[in-house]
């Protein structure tokens, strides 16, 4: 409904748009750089326990942007525009924007609810303005389809809030948590921009969001938001994976090149060992692991084939696993096909649960193989994954492949046209705990969920 004048009301349409746009932009970039200093100060995931305090910092500090933003337009350009006006612009903004944007139901209810709450309160607004009566009726009529977001938006927190505790060390969880409560306050705040702009001052709002803004990142930065807990009502694990491990290597004329046993450490989160080191010395930074490329998986008994997720790793040196019954792998035939390729059949007897890694080097490529419908399945990083599990008693496990051999080989790359590696997971019984795996679980932290087991990994070039 433009007073006056189409034009004055289409410019002020395109300011109120641009400004709207500029303070969500900012008020994210400035969201992501506090949440890069929370990472650098080693306080990732201080939200994972005590999950209000992420509300408390970035909540808190996107809000206080972008009533900071909206106030300095309000003050610096609209000066001498009829204020309430404005409160329509920005109304019409937000059913612009909220097009198409979620399942069509939230803008409706976005647009009908205040809508509704407008009409039946127009003659008020009439006679009296923004008075206080407004103002209250106009946030009761919100109420609803508010109740409604904050369910919504819980159910997001519900959600990523504990998988930031198993996403691997490569995400950084402070990042997605402050791009969401940005999202989440952008969202909420669409209605209450108009209210800016009816307020006389907002000098107490944002000293109210800056006092608590500060209280909250003195208690982060201190420590006194640890990330996990042990409680039985709310458990907040720090989940962490040690495989006990004997690996060896091949070369390509099946002699040993090297052979080396330790704990294999995965952190299942951001924080990876940081606090666990504190408990157990022996766990620190001087035993991270680098990844082999020229050795399937970086070398080491994958459990899952989530190497990208998880680049972070330990070794720790412990004497070698002596399970009952070790794994028996053996080339059972290696013969040319009349197509060009070489065709490879393997036998395999071992425990229940085992991997198998295949890394055609360079210039060579599997062409089919036993598994699946016969096309091979490349993992991200282009390497070969399966997994293999049986019951009791079931025969050795016979598989083959067929690989293109390279036609200039890669001399700089390993030797052969293939690398294979069988990992063996030892998950129950005697074979899967050893004195050195039973010593450093007991070291343990309450709040920690180690997750235990004996393997071996077994490499041959071909
Ligand atoms: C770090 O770990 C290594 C190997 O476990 C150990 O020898 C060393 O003493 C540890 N460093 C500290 C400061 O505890």
Redesign the pocket.
């Known amino acids: 409904m433009p007073g006056n004048g189409g034009g004055r009301y289409v410019r002020e349409l395109a300011f109120a748009t641009g400004v709207a746009v500029l303070s969500w932009v900012v008020t994210l970039l400035s969201v992501l750089i506090l949440a890069l200093l929370v990472s650098l100060l080693g306080r990732s995931m201080f939200w994972y326990n005590h999950f209000y305090a992420s509300i408390c910092l970035y909540g808190a500090a996107a809000t206080g942007k972008m009533v900071l933003i909206h106030t300095l337009a309000k003050n610096l350009y609209y000066g001498g525009v009829r204020l309430v006006e404005l409160g329509d612009l920005y109304l019409t903004l937000v059913w612009l924007t909220q097009q198409g944007l979620c399942s069509a139901y939230v803008p409706m209810l976005m647009v009908a609810f205040p809508l509704a709450t407008r009409l039946l309160l127009a003659r008020e607004f009439k006679n009296r303005g923004a008075s206080l009566k407004y103002s209250v009726l106009y946030l009761l009529g919100l109420g609803l389809p508010y109740v409604h977001f904050m369910f919504l938006i819980w159910v997001v927190f519900e959600i990523f809030t504990p998988i930031m505790g198993r996403s691997g060390t490569e995400i950084p969880p402070e990042v997605v948590m402050a791009t969401l409560v940005t999202l989440a306050t952008i969202f909420l705040s669409s209605f209450f921009l108009h209210f800016i702009y009816l307020a006389r001052s907002t000098k107490w709002i944002l000293a109210g969001l800056a006092s608590v803004f500060v209280v909250t990142f003195l208690m982060m930065s201190c420590g006194f938001l640890f990330p996990y807990s042990a409680s039985p009502e709310s458990p907040r694990p720090k989940r962490v994976f040690l495989q006990h491990t004997t690996r060896t290597f091949h070369n390509l004329q099946g002699q040993v090149e090297s052979r080396d046993s330790g704990l294999w450490i995965n952190s299942f989160d951001y924080t990876g060992i940081q606090h666990i080191t504190p408990h157990i010395?022996?766990?620190?930074d001087?035993?991270r692991t680098s990844c082999r490329e020229d050795r399937p998986f970086c070398g080491y008994p994958w459990f899952l084939p989530v190497k990208f997720l998880s680049k972070k790793n330990w070794y720790?040196?412990a004497p070698e696993v002596s399970p009952s019954s070790p794994v028996e792998f053996s080339l059972l035939s290696r013969e040319e096909t009349s197509w060009g390729t070489v065709k490879m059949t393997f036998s395999v007897k071992g425990p229940s649960h085992m991997s198998l890694y295949l890394m055609p080097h360079r210039g060579a490529g599997l062409s089919t193989w036993s598994f699946g419908d016969g096309t091979p399945q490349f993992d991200l990083s282009g390497e070969y994954f399966v997994f293999y599990s049986r019951g009791l008693d079931a025969p050795s496990w016979t598989f083959w492949f067929e690989i293109q051999p390279p036609r200039d080989p890669d001399p700089s790359g390993p030797e052969g046209m293939i690398s294979v590696a069988i990992s063996t997971h030892y998950f129950f019984g005697q074979d899967s705990r050893t004195a050195q795996l039973e010593e450093v679980l007991r070291r343990f932290p309450s709040w920690a969920f180690p997750s235990s087991w004996v393997s071996t990994y077994d490499m041959y070039r071909y």
């Open positions: 010395p022996d766990i620190n001087s035993i720790l040196p």
